[in-house]
């Protein structure tokens, strides 16, 4: 029955993720973390930044790593086929339209509409990650206290060099050393 449940809720996902990967990860969140409470927001973090790191589209790697967290490797083939299926056939639906009409302007003004409801999504997921990636508890930002100076540290300089245009692994590599470092010096 999981199997099932996994495939129906990554093929909504993957059904309304319009604007890329990105896009999938607040929809991903919502079923995994909110809904079902497979994961908690901590598990969903480490998934969505190893999704990032691995090679392949980062919504196919995210549904990937969290079928398999929540149901082994079966997981893994539901959840993923089920996010990947809705794009299959819109990808094939769209194309023969597109091949047969051309540019279909009422199309075009859809997909114009969506892609500010697409950067909110974006952001707010975004905005999600940042208060984790700052307090070292779930129960956030309650405490000023429980601020993760360390994760301060390493965002504002990962922010520094995007914005210097530093490719992702550079910045990838560069954060999960100097984490590295930061915590073996914290424990002397």
């Known amino acids: 029955m999981i199997y099932i449940i996994l495939f129906l809720e990554f093929a909504k996902a993957g059904l309304f993720c319009v604007g890329g990967g990105y896009a999938s990860m607040p929809l991903i969140q919502a079923v995994v973390v909110d809904q079902y409470h497979w ?21 196919v790697n995210a549904a990937t790593f969290a079928g398999n967290k929540i149901a082994g490797i079966l997981g893994a083939v539901s959840a993923t086929a089920g996010f990947v299926f809705p794009s299959f056939i819109l990808g094939i639906l769209l194309a023969m339209l597109f091949y047969k009409y051309g540019d279909i302007g ?38 000023w206290a429980a601020v993760d100076l360390r994760g301060g540290i390493i965002l504002l300089l990962a922010i520094i060099a995007i914005r210097k245009k530093q490719g992702v692994i550079p910045v990838l590599l560069g954060s999960g050393i100097l ?10």
């Open 179 to 188: 984490g590295l470092v930061i915590g073996i010096l914290q424990q002397y």
């Open 39 to 59: 994961l908690s927001l901590r598990e969903f973090i480490d998934i969505f930044t190893i999704s990032q790191m691995t090679p392949g589209p980062i919504g």
């Open 106 to 143: 009422p199309i075009r003004g859809i997909l114009n509409g969506l892609r500010p409801a697409v950067v909110a999504l974006i952001i707010g997921a975004g905005f999600s990650f940042i208060l984790l990636a700052l307090w070292n508890s779930e129960a956030m930002p309650s405490d």
